[in-house]
Nanobody, 115 residues
Framework: QVQLVESGGGLVQPGGSLRLSCAAS????????MGWYRQAPGKQRELVAT???????YYVDSVQGRFTISRDNAKNTVYLQMNNLKPEDTAVYSC?????????WGQGTQVTVSS
């Protein structure tokens, strides 16, 4: 049974930081590319950051320099460190695991940036 479980979302002031975690089970974690996506109210879901099985990373321009994606294969967990948060970062953030033959999604966690 494959599960991706996100944690770490919440309410934060502009300029603050949050660290999201996504713990995976039921997959051979080390061979999967991992990603974080977000969807704001009234907007389409967008890719925020990815990290491949060999640790190459990608960031959407709007978060580059502020967010860092990382993975800990021993813990089957991918992280998204979010610094200098802005109100426009407010969204539901979802974790994705993807390989050639299969992909999986977590439930999503709410991030709200507001004063």
């Amino acid at each position: 049974q494959v599960q991706l479980v996100e944690s770490g979302g919440g309410l934060v002031q502009p300029g603050g930081s949050l660290r999201l975690s996504c713990a995976a089970s039921g997959i051979t974690f080390s061979i999967y590319g991992m990603g974080w996506y977000r969807q704001a109210p009234g907007k389409q879901r967008e890719l925020v950051a990815t990290i491949t099985s060999n640790s190459n990373t990608y960031y959407v321009d709007s978060v580059q320099g502020r967010f860092t994606i990382s993975r800990d294969n021993a813990k089957n967990t991918v992280y998204l460190q979010m610094n200098n948060l802005k109100p426009e970062d407010t969204a539901v953030y979802s974790c994705n695991a993807r390989t050639i033959g299969q992909g999986y999604w977590g439930q999503g966690t709410q991030v709200t940036v507001s004063s």
